[in-house]
């Protein structure tokens, strides 16, 4: 084992974004997808990006560079690779990797769920009988001499046994696929690298003591294999717990800490001294500069054989560069560390520490004046003290009032047919938002464009005959950056690019300052469509929980407040609509679940506060109004009755594809319920047929008077081709199953 390094270079990160500056790698993908370019082009632009981002890095002065951080599509899709995890199915087809990304003509992709409690989406493995386990080591090694021939040595950052296999729920396969880590560990040492990153992030949920006991069994013989490099643990998006004792008892040289989120309990600093601590100390989930005082504290509260200054998890989840963003207010734009800017942070960090050790003797923190980066850091005030609790909003009449209420009003079919607000995006529309900006196109002229989309989405609804209509929101980028540009207290970027999944990649508003309404956002467009029908058109906002979820919030004040505000704001939103109309009015919350705490002990408390801030957002609303939302992921199993406590009085959710079991769990709803019959994700038709027969099986699990019928999300990314063929599917479906009805 002499080829193990006793130290770690001083500063690091522990990964980077890598979708490109300007999105190239989203630019080249699409181009090699759609045929235009070879695989060859493809590869070319990634190896181009990954030197860049490690020439930037180095210039930056970061001491330790990762590699195996780039990815075509996915990292976890990557690891699945790595083990040999390959579908057999996938393997015939011309790009086995991108089929199981993407699917192909015949075959679905494999599931993309969310990254712990991030925005990201990653591939779930699939392991099953048929899963040989053969390690692939070719990417990892090829970065390293890739980065190796640029003059780079670099730490290959792979995901780690456990959190692969809790991924794919195959905990039970942990020998044969620690076999291929084994293995992998041997040609790194043979490659000459010093360091390999296993990231473990799964070790912050809540973990069983037979999970606990795999984490051991793992390290300790990972720790046993003769040649290898030195093995760092890390970990991101919250406390190790209980797995740290057990990490730290394994021969593990390093451990990764998210002490952003987190911080080590005293008992367990002990447990440290043997071994490098790399302390996650710039926040890689946010976009504000780091508060010296705080991080030096943080570090200097260590007691480890090395404290080494590092992201708190990969810089994935924040956009390269503050450099694009000249427009950005200047006493908002110096609060804020993008990428770039945050590994700058790490590399002031370890060098002020270096000076306070030398300076001091010991390993107390040093002056903060001395790091140049940090240097100017203003902490702004905390709003904290000036925000009066939420005053009490009174509470809607109980559901049996608003219903009856509601169906003298509304007096729709049984059955109703209904879609969830977006309607396909089309390129004329892009571009003329594009010109608005670049002040080629009146603002006049573009709301016109966008009245004569309303109107043709209004025509194409009554031609299909549907019963509740949209507007089809042509106006909104986005659904949450669209409420972000119309409410004070939010900043967007112009180059704020985040990657969500593969190719796809969103721009997340930046929520600074106390939020308000100054003017009514959505009312002009409701008023408008509802004006072209004698139909009742819904209005459609989207839920303070979402909004807050897919923003980069303000962290001096607790989440809970943040997303009152918004609630409040909505609130507003709703009351006007109202006013000007509206009967039915959607407030989506397709974010509900991606917020809830890893941990099971802080879940009530969120979830408490989420259906409050929801209900707030709402209960304005008067008995005859009814209020939809609109929930899309099929398991929604952990969160079940916090969606009945949002007391909509219509939920929509998504369930073409996974069916039966969310209509067992949403069954017990005393409210209505619209189960998706048309999943969106894909632009296959669904015949009359199929519809039908999702329908029946909705009916055969509630009570009629209770079933809408719509699809499973927004139609934007669809064509209208491929949307009008499947609606008139599901209506007419909806007309077979109606006239079976006995009145
Ligand atoms: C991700 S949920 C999307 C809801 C939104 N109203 C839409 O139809 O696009
Ligand atoms: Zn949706």
């Known amino acids: 084992m002499s080829s193990i390094p006793t130290s770690f270079p001083a500063s690091t990160v522990l990964g980077y974004p890598r979708i490109g500056p300007r999105r190239e790698l989203k630019r080249a993908l699409e181009s090699y997808w759609s045929g235009r370019s070879t695989r060859a082009d493809l590869d070319r632009t990634g190896a181009g990006l ?18 195996n951080t780039f990815s075509l599509y996915d990292h976890v899709l990557d690891t699945a690779v790595l083990l040999g995890a390959v579908p057999a199915r996938y393997r015939d087809a011309p790009d086995p990797y991108f089929a199981m990304a993407r699917g192909t003509d015949g075959l679905a992709p494999l599931r993309m769920t969310k990254w ?3 925005n990201y989406h990653y591939l779930v ?3 099953d009988a048929d899963t040989v386990f053969k390690l692939d080591a070719s990417k990892p090694l090829g970065e390293v001499r890739e980065a190796r021939a640029l003059g780079f040595e670099t730490r290959p950052v792979v995901v780690g046994p456990v959190t692969f296999l809790l991924l794919g729920s195959a905990l039970d396969r942990l020998d044969e696929v620690l076999g291929c880590y084994e293995e992998l560990l041997g040609a790194l040492a043979a490659e000459g690298v010093a360091w390999v990153q296993l990231d473990e992030p799964a070790l912050v949920g809540d973990r069983t003591a037979e999970e606990l006991a795999a984490v051991r069994v793992a390290y300790e013989r990972l720790g046993a294999v003769a040649e290898r490099p030195g093995l760092f643990v890390s970990s991101s998006f919250g406390e190790l717990g209980e797995s740290l004792p057990v990490l730290a008892g394994t021969p593990v040289e390093a451990i990764g800490l998210d002490l952003v989120r987190g911080s080590v309990p005293v008992a367990d600093l002990g447990g440290l001294g043997g071994k490098i601590v790399v302390a996650g100390v710039v926040s890689g989930r946010d976009v504000w500069r780091t508060s010296p005082e705080r991080a030096l504290a943080a570090l200097g509260a260590l007691r480890a054989s090395q404290v080494v200054v590092s992201t708190s998890c990969s810089l994935l989840h924040v956009p390269y560069s503050l450099a ?34 030398a300076e001091h003797g010991g390993a107390s923190p040093g002056p903060v004046e001395h790091a140049g980066v940090l240097l100017d850091h203003d902490e702004h005030e905390p709003s904290v003290a000036l925000l009066p609790e939420p005053v009490p909003v009174e509470e809607r009449s109980p559901y049996p009032v608003r219903a009856a209420a509601q169906a003298g009003h509304l007096r729709l079919p049984p059955l109703p047919t209904t879609t969830i607000g977006s309607f396909p995006q089309t390129g004329e529309l892009r571009a003329a938002r594009a010109a608005v900006a670049s002040g080629a196109l009146s603002q006049a002229d573009y709301e016109r464009r966008v009245e004569a989309e309303i109107e043709r989405v209004i025509r ?33 970027t112009r180059n704020g690019w985040v990657q969500s999944y593969g190719s796809r990649c969103t721009r997340p508003p930046i929520l600074h300052g106390d939020v308000s309404r100054p003017a009514p956002i959505t009312v002009r467009w409701a008023t408008y469509a509802q004006s072209l029908t004698t139909q009742p058109v819904k209005g459609m906002l989207t839920g303070p929980v979402t909004i807050v979820a897919w923003s ?8 809970r407040d943040v997303v009152f505000q918004v609630a409040d704001a909505i609130r507003e939103e709703v009351r006007d609509l109202e006013a000007a109309g509206t009967s039915i009015i959607q407030v989506d919350e397709p974010a509900l679940r991606e917020l809830l705490p890893l941990r099971r002990a802080a879940q009530a408390d969120y979830l408490e506060w989420a259906v409050a801030a929801y209900r707030r957002a709402t209960s304005g609303a008067g008995d005859r109004t009814q209020i939809h939302t609109h929930l899309c992921y099929s398991d929604a199993d952990q969160i079940l009755a916090a969606i009945d406590g949002l007391d909509a009085d219509v939920t929509t959710i998504e369930s073409a594809r996974s069916g039966a079991r969310i209509l067992g769990a949403v069954s017990a709803f005393g409210r209505g319920l619209g189960p998706g019959v048309y999943d969106i994700h894909s632009p296959r038709v669904p015949s009359a047929d199929e519809v039908e027969a999702l329908l029946g099986r909705a009916l055969g699990a509630l009570p009629v008077e209770r079933v809408w019928v719509n699809p499973d999300c927004g139609l934007k990314t669809r064509t209208y ?23």
């Open 50 to 67: 990954r030197e860049q981002t490690w020439r930037q890095l180095a210039e930056l002065g970061l001491a330790g560079l990762p590699s």
């Open 116 to 118: 712990f409690d991030t």
């Open 125 to 127: 493995p699939e392991i």
């Open 324 to 357: 694009d963003e000249a427009e950005l207010e200047a006493g908002l734009r110096g609060r804020l560390a993008f990428a770039e800017e945050k590994v700058a942070e790490v590399v002031a960090l370890a060098e002020a520490r270096l000076r306070g050790t």
């Open 460 to 492: 194409v609804q009554e031609r299909l005959g549907l019963d509740v209509l949209v507007h089809g929101e042509p106006e909104r980028n986005d659904m949450v950056q669209y409420f972000a540009e119309h409410l004070d207290g939010f900043a967007v």
């Open 552 to 559: 980069f919030v303000r962290d001096d004040l607790p989440l």
């Open 721 to 743: 081709e491929e949307v009008e063929a499947s609606l008139a599917n599901v209506v007419t479906a909806t007309r077979r199953l109606r006239s079976t009805l006995t009145t």
